[in-house]
């Protein structure tokens, strides 16, 4: 079983949409969760971090429940700058990071 | 500040050849982790590294090695390539005993092999 399920869309949604991305993890002794936006050919960034209560910044709220093994992402009034393939991270103790698959977003004007 | 430069851009090898890839760590931080990104997947863990030595190790064939440098640079070394080996290989820098947020990755070096 991977260590990071993700749903590799493609999603395409219109400019101004809500579109929202789940992740889920095996192994419930990982430290620490974000949610990476990488742009085509280039190298992953981070977007933001992710707590069991909850973080926003901006038009993007992430949230995390470790009971279900689980993080969101959530973009509000989507941009077309948003398109992007969003990856979703945990770490074990050693800060080792285990990638998803990553989720293709398109957002069409 | 430079931040995670990585060497050379592009590669094209061929099977059975052998590979040498660099990294450069952002000014200041002391560890750096390698990570293969096949197309189509995320980035899976190759190693890492600190104070010259392998920490921790992904799942990972002995075909792939490193090396750190004292100024904390860092080489991944490929042996007998295989076609499956064709991916963009990132380097990661950080901070040993920071936070794992705190990493920065390089733009990469994109590997084709014939």
């Known amino acids: 079983r991977k260590e990071v399920e993700q749903d590799p869309g493609p999603f395409n949604v219109p400019e101004g949409a809500t579109v929202a991305f789940n992740c889920t993890y095996s192994?419930?002794?990982?430290?620490?969760f974000f949610w990476y936006r990488q742009d085509c050919r280039k190298e992953p960034k981070l977007l933001m971090s992710?707590?069991?209560s909850g973080n926003e910044d901006g038009r993007f709220t992430a949230q995390l429940n470790r009971a279900s093994q689980y993080i969101s992402l959530l973009i509000r009034d989507s941009k077309l700058s948003d398109s992007a393939t969003y990856l979703c991270?945990?770490?074990?103790?050693?800060?080792?990071?285990?990638f998803g698959t990553g989720t293709s977003l398109t957002v069409i004007p | 500040d430079a931040g995670v430069t990585q060497s050379p851009t592009h590669l094209i090898k061929t099977r059975g050849q052998q590979v040498t890839l660099r990294c450069s760590p952002k000014?200041?931080?002391?560890?750096v982790s390698w990570y293969q990104q096949a197309l189509g997947q995320g980035p899976q863990f190759i190693f890492q590294?600190?104070?010259?030595?392998?920490?921790q190790r992904g799942n990972f064939p002995d075909r792939f090695s490193g090396h750190q440098f004292p100024n904390y640079s860092s080489e991944l070394n490929v042996n007998a390539l295989l076609l499956g080996d064709s991916a963009l290989y990132l380097c990661?820098?950080?901070?040993?005993?920071?936070?794992?947020?705190?990493?920065?990755f390089g733009p990469g070096t994109r590997l084709t092999v014939l």
């Open positions: 990661a820098s950080g901070l040993a005993g920071a936070p794992p947020d705190t990493q920065y």
């Open positions: 192994n419930s002794a990982s430290q620490s």
């Open positions: 992710v707590y069991s």
């Open positions: 991270v945990v770490t074990n103790t050693g800060n080792q990071f285990y």
């Open positions: 000014s200041g931080h002391d560890t």
């Open positions: 590294y600190y104070e010259e030595e392998e920490r």
